[in-house]
Structures are given as C-alpha cells and as structure tokens.
C-alpha cells in the first residue's frame, strides 16, 4: 500500500499569512493526488486535484505543487473561513490512501 | 445538481449486518464511479470501497470478505452491505462520486455505531 503522510498535523497561523502543508508519499504517485477541505462537522470539498489543479470555485488563494512523492499546498493569504483539516489523497493505486489530515487554526 | 444523501446508519451490535444506501439525483450513478469512505470519530478519511461503471469491485484489507459495494441503477442508488460489524467499523459513512481519480461529491454522511 502507498502511505501518505502528511505535515504538520496541527499548524496555528494568523490571518494574511502564508501557509504550507507538506503530503509524502511512500512510492512515486506521478501527479495522482487530490487535496480537500474538511470543516468541522462537515463532508470534505476537493480543493485540488492532478496535484496541481485548482477545482472550480475554489479560491485563489489555494494552489498545489509537486510530482512523484513530494506534495505541497499551500494557502496564500489564510482567511477565517480556512479554519478547517486538510487531507491529501493519493489516485494512483488501490487502496486509495489518505494522508492523516492537518487542522489549520486561526491565531 | 448532483445529490448524494446517505441513509441507513445506526446503532448495531457487534456481529451484525447493516446496509447502507446512498440515493443519487443530477447524475447517473452507473455512468461514473462511487466510493464508500468512512471516518471513525476524531479520525482522518479512510476509503472503503469502489464500484466502477463495468461493475468492478475493490476494497480495503479492512472490510474485504465482509463489506459488499453494489448499486442499483433503475433506483440511481449505491450500496454498502456491511456484515460481521466490529467496534473498528464505527464511523460516518460517506458516499462519494469520482469525476476522474478525485472524489468530487460527497454525500453528508450517516453514522454507524457498533457498539453492545
């Protein structure tokens, strides 16, 4: 099975900062990797999809990079609406894996 | 617009059967693929099962041999028979559709407790 695993679990940052979460995959996934947004209590959205691809109606603000196993997202200017876990999610193989998820918190 | 609405969650005690639905509207549930992904409380996503628009199956090590992804398409609805319930399977259930590899629907849920 492919692992995915995800830094930092927690991060706490302000609002207008830059904010970056790091996803790790255990063997090369190419560029099959989606990234969502989990808000408390709710069912998770796609913000990201082939890794680097911005889903329709996701904010600018929200962007993708990387190939192979190393993965990042990252928040440009983080809002309160961020406040939320963010998980990646690797399609390339089954069982499709999940990293263990990132909590944002608003300072 | 597409819909996804899980029902079918609850209270089961260990050893029991449960079968989970997930009705369908704005899409065709046959056309694309659909996955159970569930999340045990205070927990991350784990992806359960998959049903392709062929017909083919796969499923986690977890529930293998005891979890049964099916879908009727004069209903549009997706199922998840879940058999031999353990206290590891509780969780909210979520039905979600793939556009390509990436889930892009998801249902909001239904909680199954297992629990004596």
């Known amino acids: 099975d492919i692992q995915m695993t995800q830094s930092p679990s927690t991060l706490s940052a302000s609002v207008g900062d830059r904010v970056t979460i790091t996803c790790r995959a255990s063997q090369t996934i190419s560029d099959w990797l989606a990234w969502y947004q989990q808000k408390p209590g709710k069912a998770p959205r796609l913000l990201i999809y082939r890794a680097s691809s911005l889903e329709s109606g996701v904010p600018s603000r929200f962007s993708g990079s990387g190939s192979g196993t190393e993965f990042t997202l990252t928040i440009s200017s983080l809002q309160p609406d961020d406040l939320a876990s963010y998980y990646c999610?690797?399609?390339?193989?089954?069982?499709?894996?999940f990293g263990q998820g990132t909590k944002v918190e608003i300072k | 617009e597409v819909q996804l609405v899980e029902s079918g969650g609850g209270l089961i005690q260990p050893g029991g059967s449960l079968r989970l639905s997930c009705a369908a509207s704005g899409f065709i549930v046959s056309s694309n693929y659909m996955s159970w992904v569930r999340q045990a409380p205070g927990e991350g996503l784990e992806w359960v099962s998959v049903i392709y628009s062929g017909g083919d199956t796969y499923y986690a090590d977890s529930v293998k041999g005891r979890f049964t992804i099916s879908r009727d398409n004069s209903k549009n609805t997706l199922y998840l028979q879940m058999n031999t319930l353990r206290a590891g399977d509780t969780a909210v259930y979520y039905c979600?559709?793939?556009?390509?590899?990436?889930?892009?629907?998801w249902g909001q849920g239904t909680l199954v407790t297992v629990s004596s």
């Open positions: 979600a559709r793939h556009r390509s590899g990436e889930i892009d629907y």
């Open positions: 999610q690797q399609y390339k193989n089954y069982p499709r894996t």
